[in-house]
């Protein structure tokens, strides 16, 4: 599943000799700094700092004002960038040839694609992070978990129609922002790049090298930042960009995050707003926020900002909502836990469940992490908890839908973009210390990895549950 495989404490890169394009070729080894865009809602003093986790690129770090909930200005029709900013952007506009790149997760098209999905998934090592003796255990212990699960993945794609919509859904949404720059007078190509399935990232960063993009800014479809999802594919960006001595060069603008932004706030609350209009009595829905789960062991051992951001987010959209004269009651819980390790709480299932049972009657559930339908609002949210929720007593059940292409939406990420424009810069790196592989040069150190990967491969393999599954899915 795209994100309930993401979700179970492990992040991924994809492995070149699994299900994977060639390796693009390059001559020398450079090292690129990327700045990143901290936006911030100087109102309410939003302003998240992460140090991406294994980042070896220099960044400097660089505020916008997003006007989130600025006064005396009416939301339709309103843009969140100064003349100052946009005069500055005119200029860069004049000099480069801008693209944007739009990241998202990717999923299988169709049922054969599950596995393959699956392996690249596992096969990142920020998804299972293990110890450095056993890293070359990788790839084969990706292929275990993948076989294992692809059955139970196939099951719930069947249902949402046999494949991911994602990919449909952001080439979409690419076109909408492209168009949405060039009413603004910013001639752009907007690009996409998934993390494990096509169109891949490598793919789309070749094709901004064949196009002698010069200034490009990096737009994560993810609100809010997670070392899990932003973190893990900038990181590929990081490696790409710091082998090609072209890219090297280019000026990139990443946009980490974007929750706190005056456009999506007032876009989520539109969504919310409408749908509680479909229900008898709306005063009395309780508005329940499920967003994706991450590992609490990212959280407190690694700085991910995701949950006190997705908090922050939460709280401004019913702000807004408040402000619209809409005082419903809400909740926020966490969704895809997968594994025995603790999740962030509280999660969605038991949620639903002490909600029913506690006399709530009518819920609209709200996917507050998405962007895009996918396998987690089709099936996880609109079919396994609908159908819990109904179980447990309540009466009534809504979904706000994925943002989707709402023009507001659209029209708040060009503007984004445009802010971010004039901060691309690309910025040296101190010399490198040593390398990765110093480790494993070492002969008595090779000797004990084999050692005990041989062991870990053993048990895994005399596992029943691996057993019946090679047994009925020879690779």
């Given at each position: 599943?795209?994100?309930?495989?993401?979700?179970?404490?492990?992040?991924?890169?994809?492995?070149?000799?699994?299900?994977?394009?060639?390796?693009?070729?390059?001559?020398?080894?450079?090292?690129?700094?990327?700045?990143?865009?901290?936006?911030?809602?100087?109102?309410?003093?939003?302003?998240?700092?992460?140090?991406?986790?294994?980042?070896?690129?220099?960044?400097?770090?660089?505020?916008?004002?997003?006007?989130?909930?600025?006064?005396?200005?009416?939301?339709?029709?309103?843009?969140?960038?100064?003349?100052?900013?946009?005069?500055?952007?005119?200029?860069?506009?004049?000099?480069?040839?801008?693209?944007?790149?739009?990241?998202?997760?990717?999923?299988?098209?169709?049922?054969?694609?599950?596995?393959?999905?699956?392996?690249?998934?596992?096969?990142?090592?920020?998804?299972?992070?293990?110890?450095?003796?056993?890293?070359?255990?990788?790839?084969?212990?990706?292929?275990?978990?993948?076989?294992?699960?692809?059955?139970?993945?196939?099951?719930?794609?069947?249902?949402?129609?046999?494949?991911?919509?994602?990919?449909?859904?952001?080439?979409?949404?690419?076109?909408?922002?492209?168009?949405?720059?060039?009413?603004?007078?910013?001639?752009?190509?907007?690009?996409?790049?998934?993390?494990?399935?096509?169109?891949?990232?490598?793919?789309?960063?070749?094709?901004?090298?064949?196009?002698?993009?010069?200034?490009?800014?990096?737009?994560?479809?993810?609100?809010?930042?997670?070392?899990?999802?932003?973190?893990?594919?900038?990181?590929?960006?990081?490696?790409?960009?710091?082998?090609?001595?072209y890219l090297a060069g280019v000026p990139v603008a990443i946009i980490e995050s974007w929750y706190q932004r005056r456009g999506y706030v007032n876009s989520m609350a539109d969504l919310i707003e409408k749908e509680l209009q479909t229900f008898s009595d709306p005063k009395e829905?309780?508005?329940?926020?499920?967003?994706?789960?991450?590992?609490?062991?990212?959280?407190?051992?690694?700085?991910?900002?995701?949950?006190?951001?997705?908090?922050?987010?939460?709280?401004?959209?019913?702000?807004?909502?408040?402000?619209?004269?809409?005082?419903?009651?809400?909740?926020?819980?966490?969704?895809?836990?997968?594994?025995?390790?603790?999740?962030?709480?509280?999660?969605?299932?038991?949620?639903?469940?002490?909600?029913?049972?506690?006399?709530?009657?009518?819920?609209?559930?709200?996917?507050?992490?998405?962007?895009?339908?996918?396998?987690?609002?089709?099936?996880?949210?609109?079919?396994?908890?609908?159908?819990?929720?109904?179980?447990?007593?309540?009466?009534?059940?809504?979904?706000?839908?994925?943002?989707?292409?709402?023009?507001?939406?659209?029209?708040?990420?060009?503007?984004?973009?445009?802010?971010?424009?004039?901060?691309?810069?690309?910025?040296?790196?101190?010399?490198?210390?040593?390398?990765?592989d110093s480790e494993s040069s070492d002969a008595f150190s090779y000797i004990v990895k084999m050692f005990f990967g041989s062991i870990l491969a053993f048990v895994l393999l005399l596992s029943p549950k691996m057993f019946h599954a090679f047994r009925n899915h020879i690779i």
């Open positions: 599943m795209e994100a309930t495989a993401l979700s179970s404490g492990f992040h991924p890169l994809v492995k070149r000799n699994g299900y994977r394009v060639p390796r693009s070729s390059c001559s020398q080894r450079k090292f690129v700094s990327l700045v990143r865009c901290d936006l911030k809602d100087r109102s309410f003093g939003i302003n998240k700092k992460l140090k991406p986790e294994g980042s070896s690129i220099a960044i400097r770090r660089l505020s916008f004002k997003t006007n989130v909930f600025e006064q005396a200005r009416s939301v339709a029709g309103d843009t969140s960038f100064d003349d100052t900013t946009t005069a500055k952007t005119r200029s860069h506009v004049a000099e480069d040839k801008i693209g944007v790149l739009l990241l998202n997760l990717g999923g299988p098209e169709t049922l054969n694609d599950v596995q393959p999905f699956l392996y690249n998934l596992f096969a990142d090592p920020d998804i299972i992070r293990l110890p450095r003796p056993f890293q070359f255990l990788q790839g084969t212990i990706a292929k275990f978990i993948s076989v294992v699960r692809a059955p139970k993945s196939k099951e719930g794609y069947a249902a949402i129609g046999g494949g991911s919509p994602l990919r449909k859904i952001t080439d979409e949404q690419a076109d909408a922002i492209q168009m949405a720059l060039q009413a603004k007078n910013i001639a752009a190509t907007v690009y996409v790049g998934m993390r494990y399935w096509y169109p891949f990232t490598e793919e789309a960063v070749q094709q901004i090298k064949k196009d002698k993009i010069t200034r490009l800014v990096v737009l994560p479809l993810y609100p809010q930042y997670s070392i899990s999802t932003t973190g893990s594919s900038i990181r590929v960006l990081q490696d790409l960009f710091r082998k090609d001595p829905v309780m508005i329940f926020f499920s967003a994706h789960g991450v590992p609490v062991s990212y959280v407190e051992n690694a700085g991910d900002p995701y949950q006190k951001q997705m908090e922050e987010c939460i709280y401004l959209i019913m702000e807004e909502l408040k402000a619209r004269g809409v005082p419903n009651n809400h909740k926020l819980a966490y969704q895809s836990r997968v594994g025995p390790v603790q999740w962030l709480k509280p999660y969605t299932d038991e949620v639903l469940v002490d909600l029913g049972k506690s006399g709530v009657k009518s819920l609209l559930a709200v996917p507050v992490s998405f962007v895009s339908e996918h396998i987690e609002t089709l099936e996880e949210i609109d079919m396994e908890y609908r159908e819990l929720a109904l179980e447990s007593g309540v009466e009534n059940w809504g979904r706000v839908p994925a943002l989707g292409l709402t023009p507001s939406f659209i029209t708040d990420l060009a503007d984004a973009v445009i802010e971010s424009l004039p901060s691309a810069e690309a910025l040296s790196k101190p010399n490198a210390a040593a390398s990765d």
